[in-house]
């Protein structure tokens, strides 16, 4: 089993969502959170004075898939976020050693 994350804009969670329900994945987690990489945020003007926001706001999507999906998983991620634009985020994977469906007690792959 892997993790997938990935750190992705707010205007394509939907977009996002929809793409991975469509090649099968059920569960999946959305947080929104802050943070920067080569952007290195922007500069506005508040009340007159320039003002540099240095985190940008983002939305981190979470899945753990079977191996043999992750390839798909990435791929699917990767044509639903992307704008062209600076600032479209970024896959992770990472293993998974264990993982137990609370309710019942399934443990392994099945918990998937």
């Known amino acids: 089993m892997k993790k997938v994350e990935a750190f992705i804009r707010h205007e394509k969670v939907e977009e996002v969502r929809d793409a991975l ?8 987690s959305f947080t929104e959170i802050k943070g920067f990489g080569r952007q290195k945020g922007y500069t506005e003007t508040y009340r007159g004075a320039k003002v540099t926001i240095h985190l940008r706001p983002k939305v981190k999507v979470e899945t753990v898939v079977d191996d043999g999906a992750v390839d798909r998983v990435v791929q ?3 044509e639903a ?8 985020g970024k896959v992770f994977v990472t293993p998974v050693e264990f993982a137990m469906r609370i309710r019942t007690g399934e443990t392994g792959p099945e918990v998937l």
Do not use: K, N, V
Request: proline share 0%; charged share 20%; glycine share 26%.
């Open 21 to 28: 329900a469509s090649i099968g994945i059920e569960g999946m």
């Open 76 to 78: 699917t991620l990767g």
């Open 81 to 88: 976020a992307r704008t062209g634009d600076i600032g479209d």
